[in-house]
């Protein structure tokens, strides 16, 4: 099987099983962990991403930033002449905007690639996993860069962090992967070979408090509200701090960047 399929495949696993009912929908954006990391990384500036891209930036470059959320991947860099931001959430965009000076763009890549222009570098912070047709994403990562595509992403899918919770709540086993090694391996197979540079990020509370971390955890096993106590007290076993309570459904503190070269002169 080609590593395309086999990456397909893995983010179609995770599909809610069929006889676990869904309360709500499980699916939950929470966008303060999103606003949350833009500012922690404003004030921190951490990571081999946030290095790479300034390189290739130098004196100054326009960035297009994919997937920008809140704009954890391009607001804090120096040296941005002209800052585009594409995302399919109006609230995150118009979050960024409030810490950047950028034209927006709203709806899901590639669907909107045409609206977008050529930047020097490209930017794409914590999205892969929810791609699974890389290779016209890819594509246009690629095609949209005079100098360098940078994409930052999890060790391995975010959600893994769930799977002992899972276990227990309703004994099911739930997938492993794909991790960011696949997705190296999927770049590799359309022709491109990516400078890997494996991280951690510095751990920080990325819930403003432990209620709202039971409460987003709860939706996303598909428990009622009236086992939010339960889920309290199995985050508690697992040893998640109260104090600095992280997203168990977001990037984690193990991170990869993987930068390439267009090939297309502009």
């Known amino acids: 099987m080609r590593a395309l399929d086999r990456w397909r495949d893995s983010l179609a696993a995770w599909a809610i099983p069929a006889d676990v009912g869904q309360h ?3 699916w939950v954006l929470p966008r303060e962990v999103f606003v949350r990391r833009c500012d922690r990384q404003l004030e921190r500036r951490e990571g081999a991403s946030l290095r790479l891209t300034e390189e290739a930036l130098g004196s100054g470059g326009s960035v297009l930033d ?9 607001v804090p860099l120096r040296g941005v002449t002209d800052l585009v931001a594409v995302d ?18 709203l709806g899901l890549w590639p669907e909107v690639a ?16 929810n ?20 994409v930052e992403t999890a060790e391995r899918h975010p959600l893994t962090a769930l799977n002992p919770l ?27 070979e990516p400078r890997v540079e ?22 996303r096993l598909c428990l009622p509200r009236d086992r939010a106590s339960e ?16 997203d168990l459904g977001s990037s984690g503190d193990d991170v990869v960047t993987l930068s390439w070269r267009p090939r297309v002169i502009h």
């Open 198 to 219: 494996r991280w951690s990020r510095a751990p920080a509370a990325e819930h403003a408090d432990f209620a709202s971390l039971v409460e987003v955890t709860r939706r």
């Open 24 to 26: 709500e929908s499980p």
């Open 114 to 129: 045409e609206s977008c222009p050529v930047a020097d570098v490209v930017v794409c912070g914590h999205v892969v996993y």
């Open 131 to 150: 791609v699974p047709d890389l290779a016209p994403f890819v594509a246009a990562l690629t095609s949209h860069a005079r100098r360098l595509v940078v």
């Open 166 to 192: 899972w276990r227990h709540f309703h004994g099911v086993e739930r997938p492993t992967g794909p991790t960011a090694e696949d997705f190296a391996e999927c770049l590799r197979e359309l022709g491109i």
């Open 88 to 105: 399919g959430d109006a609230e995150l965009l118009a979050e960024l905007t409030r810490r950047a000076s950028a034209r927006t763009v």
């Open 231 to 246: 889920v309290d007290g199995q985050l508690r076993a697992l040893g998640i701090d109260p104090e600095r309570p992280p």
């Open 66 to 74: 994919v997937g920008a959320a809140a704009g954890a991947a391009s």
